[in-house]
């Protein structure tokens, strides 16, 4: 059974750091690349990082320069670094795996305030 499991969410003010974490269980961890996706309310679910099984990373527009997607194999775990954070990154974050069949987490609540 896959699992995922975020943590690292929570309320931080406009320019502040947080750092999310995504454990993964159940799956081949070195084999497959790795999602972090977000939703505010109201809004559907987007992209924001993606790191493939070799380390290389992708962003939306959004968060380039200031997120930064990182993984450790040795330890079934993907990061998210996000620095210089504002009011528009609050959203639920999720860590997603798989295709076609996606598998996500529960999500972790990140709050900006301004």
């Known amino acids: 059974q896959v699992q995922l499991v975020e943590s690292g969410g929570g309320l931080v003010q406009a320019g502040g750091s947080l750092r999310l974490t995504c454990t993964a269980s159940?799956?081949?961890?070195?084999?497959?690349?790795m999602g972090w996706y977000r939703q505010s309310r109201g809004e559907q679910r987007e992209l924001v990082a993606g790191i493939s099984p070799e380390g290389n990373t992708n962003y939306d527009d959004s968060v380039k320069g200031r997120f930064t997607a990182s993984r450790d194999n040795a330890v079934n775990t993907v990061y998210l670094q996000m620095n210089s954070l504002e009011p528009e990154d609050t959203a639920v974050y999720y860590c997603?795996?798989?295709?076609?069949?996606?598998?996500w987490g529960q999500g972790t609540q990140v709050t900006v305030s301004s």
């Open positions: 159940g799956i081949s961890f070195t084999g497959n690349a």
């Open positions: 997603a795996v798989g295709y076609p069949q996606i598998y």
